[in-house]
């Protein structure tokens, strides 16, 4: 054997044994452990105008088709297995197994009796009640010629873009003459969803019918001072170029937005006076049967206020109906507005007691009553029953005790003040419901209680239950749930709450590094609150040897009060690292088995920013960190994030003009701290990893983390992934989450012996 080469193989042992080996085929086990297990949760698919509803679910004896009836509170399989492997073999020709049958694109048809699905390569109907399957069309042969068409609701009129321009004609005549609507778009100014397209085809428009089919609006941009950003596809057969427009915090050039109506009939344009604050944003609210009237949204690019406005399609011109301030920022995402009857009613979320709560206003916009209160979120919104005036929603909190993220679901009069809870089990849940609003498909859970679902009425009471997940091989594998912990914030009274992962054959006796697994918000935590068999990469990481622990941070979820979720306003780079630092501090102090003295931290995208930002600030606590896709510098990340979260100042001046005359103009700045920043105070081992065409957080963040620590001179390992964007898929994918096992295990458990595997599928190959 070549002395080298067996120099370097003995050193990689004697390596490994003086540390803490890894398990790296433990872990690899447990990655792949999602395969093992069948269905977590039932999907209901609804009859049209029925309460009655199919799903199917996966159980280690295959998976079977089934359909409810609430109203007799009846359960039933919608078809036999082996009667329809059976039919399909006798109609192909081919073989299928009863277990595992390729059924796709199932749907009821209006009859209520009959199905259509799809096999392969043919479509098939089959009757209920009858039990008679029919082979139809081949799937190959439908096709849609008129792909780039809108349709009209009433099928009689299609809209369409070619060069940026709306042209309309008569649907199903194929010798309709094209009627050419504009003449003014062009390439980000355009009437097309493909700004950039100018082949002359036929394109989708992005224009959106009122239901009379009298009329459609469109939301046109324009992007045309926008600025570019590029990435690189070098996976292409010849690497090319892709442009995108971008717009970043404080740039002078924004998206502007216009608002027009199109009249069918006299082919009319109307513009929609929409303007207020210079570079606001717009959206559309709703537009419904009555075609006269259309309901927007515009917002200052400060974000911190909004109006809410009704405009005539006739005239154009609009009103104020609601008027809202909310400091710093509005939350983006609960949010929300419902227009009831074409006006009559509103129900408006809003958090200007500091928790989010509903409001009932009038068509005019005035207040009518008040619809949930308290020190508690009112969330998302499930369904709203307009005949009996009642609402359905998540709510976050108000059950004394409970983990405030776990989704309790309300029930409330649009009238009166006052709601009911109707999911009393303590957990987190997640309903469905049929458009009558009487009964509830509740799919509940958390991290170490087993999902269950279950059927109720409009009261909460269980009607029945519907499935239990088949975990049999799970807990053969030796499959353990994560744990539940609370911890307190910094300022030592704020509860956060968090998951702790353990080894399979975790030894209570023995120390283990911790990792801690971040995301910051402040739009949405990373932390998982219902049950969840991989925690993403949290359960096959423990297994390499370590303890993994993921909780929230001080701003970081918006299901909690506005205090909370906009805690890092104007400090977007450092405002969770105190939090996550003093949380590991008490789980240390807490159990014994954590060590303190090696901690490591990991995240994506803003978890990306997070862990190297704690490798700069806290150098001395944290020892190791991963930061993929991270957006380390905030200032060329997108607009709307940097903006929103950290902030924009506006600025006016005058502007001297001797044709127009003086004018005041806005100017907007924002400037948000780096990573980069930081560079200096490095310390540790740190592994960078982004897509080289990712093309939400670009690799200019990362590479630009990089020459901060090269100038500094650091030391630390760079990773680009080939034709990778913010996501990592398939190979990609299995490589980054190896290479973080590895990176922790050298440097948390002085394992390096995997700079010596050459087969990383096979964990048994070394040099």
């Not at 009911?420 to 303590?426: C, F, I, K, V």
């Not at 519907?466 to 091989?473: A, F, S, T, W």
């Not at 924002?670 to 897509?691: H, M, P």
């Not at 299995?734 to 990176?743: D, G, I, L, V």
Request: proline share 3%; glycine share 8%; net charge neutral.
């Amino acid at each position: 054997m070549n002395k080298l080469l067996l120099f370097v193989l003995l050193w990689g042992i004697a390596e490994t044994v003086c540390g803490q080996q890894a398990n790296f085929r433990q872990a690899e086990k447990f990655r792949k452990v999602g395969s093992e297990i069948g269905s977590l949760k039932v999907t209901p698919h609804f009859l049209e105008g029925s309460n009655k509803f199919w799903y199917n679910y996966k159980t280690s004896n295959g998976t079977c088709w089934y359909f409810v009836d609430p109203e007799r509170r009846s359960k039933k399989l919608l078809f036999d297995n082996n009667y329809m492997a059976q039919e399909l073999t006798r109609i192909t020709f081919k073989p299928y197994s009863a277990k595992s049958l390729p059924i796709r694109e199932l749907e009821f048809q209006k009859d209520q009796k009959t199905i259509h699905f799809k096999v392969n390569e043919f479509s098939y109907e089959y009757d209920t009640e009858k039990c008679v399957l029919l082979q139809q069309d081949s799937v190959k042969e439908q096709k849609n010629n008129n792909n780039w068409a809108s349709f009209s609701p009433d099928s009689t009129y299609m809209v369409f873009s070619r060069k940026n321009i709306l042209y309309m004609m008569k649907a199903g005549d194929k010798d309709s003459i094209e009627i050419q609507l504009t003449t003014d778009g062009e390439p980000f100014y355009s009437y097309a969803r493909n700004e950039r397209d100018t082949s002359g085809k036929r394109t989708w428009a992005k224009v959106y019918w009122f239901k009379d089919s009298k009329k459609f609006y469109t939301l046109r941009t324009d992007s045309r001072k926008v600025k570019d950003l590029w990435v690189i596809d070098i996976l292409a057969a010849r690497p090319k170029l892709e442009e995108y427009r971008y717009p970043m915090p404080g740039d002078k050039e924004v998206r502007q937005y216009e608002l027009y109506v199109f009249d069918v009939a006299d082919r009319k344009q109307i513009k929609i006076n929409t303007d207020k604050w210079p570079d606001q944003s717009l959206s559309v609210l709703y537009a419904g049967e009555n075609s006269e009237q259309i309901y927007f949204q515009r917002k200052r690019r400060t974000c911190d206020e909004l109006d809410v406005c009704v405009a005539s399609t006739v005239s154009g011109e609009s009103k104020v109906l609601i008027n809202e301030q909310a400091k710093p920022y509005f939350n983006d995402q609960l949010y929300h507005l419902s227009i009831l009857e074409e006006g009559k009613d509103l129900i408006w979320w809003s958090e200007r007691t500091g928790w989010g709560h509903f409001y009932h206003y009038d068509k005019d916009g005035n207040l009518k009553n008040v619809i949930s209160s308290g020190q508690w979120v009112a969330g998302k919104m499930v369904r709203i029953d307009t005949v009996n005036r009642t609402i359905y929603f998540e709510g976050y909190g108000r059950e004394k005790g409970r983990n405030p993220y776990y989704s309790g679901i309300y029930r409330a009069s649009i009238d009166r003040e006052g709601v009911r809870l109707l999911t009393p089990e303590d957990a987190t849940h997640s309903v469905t419901m049929p458009v009558s609003g009487r009964f509830l498909v509740d799919n509940y859970s958390r991290v170490d209680l087993e999902p269950c679902s279950v059927l109720r009425d409009n009261n909460g009471k269980v009607l029945m239950e519907l499935e239990r997940p088949d975990l049999k091989r799970l807990y053969e594998m030796g499959w353990k749930m994560p744990e539940r912990f609370t911890v307190k914030a910094r300022d030592g009274v704020t509860d956060l709450y968090g998951v702790m992962w353990k080894p399979v054959d975790f030894d209570s006796t023995k120390t283990y590094p911790v990792i801690s697994y971040v995301y910051p918000g402040p739009q949405t935590e990373a932390v998982p609150f219902d049950f969840t068999v991989t925690g993403v990469y949290n359960m096959a990481l423990a297994q390499v040897g370590f303890i993994v622990v993921n909780f929230g941070h001080r701003g970081g979820s918006p299901q909690r009060d506005k205090w909370y979720h906009t805690y890092g306003y104007n400090n977007l780079r450092d405002y969770a690292l105190a939090d996550d630092k003093y949380g590991i501090e008490q789980l240390s102090d807490r159990f014994s088995f954590i060590d303190r003295t090696k901690v490591g931290i990991f995240g994506h995208s803003g978890g990306g920013f997070m862990s190297t930002a704690a490798l700069c600030f806290y150098p001395d606590f944290y020892t190791a960190a991963v930061s993929s896709s991270g957006n380390h510098d905030n200032n060329i990340y997108n607009q709307w994030w940097g903006e929103t979260h950290h902030g924009v100042k506006e600025e006016k001046k005058t502007v001297k003009d001797t044709i127009k005359g003086d004018y005041e103009e806005s100017i907007f700045k924002s400037k948000i701290a780096t990573n980069a920043e930081l560079a200096r105070n490095f310390k540790g081992y740190l592994l960078l990893v982004t897509g080289d065409i990712d093309n939400n957080v670009h690799p200019g963040n990362t590479l630009r983390m990089a020459n901060a620590l090269i100038q500094a001179g650091k030391n630390f390992d760079l990773v680009m992934l080939p034709g990778q964007r913010h996501g990592y898929q398939n190979k990609a994918g299995e490589f980054y989450q190896r290479k973080m096992w590895f990176h922790f295990a050298k440097y948390l458990l002085g394992d390096k012996s995997a700079d010596y595997y050459y087969e990383i599928d096979g964990f048994n190959r070394r040099y």
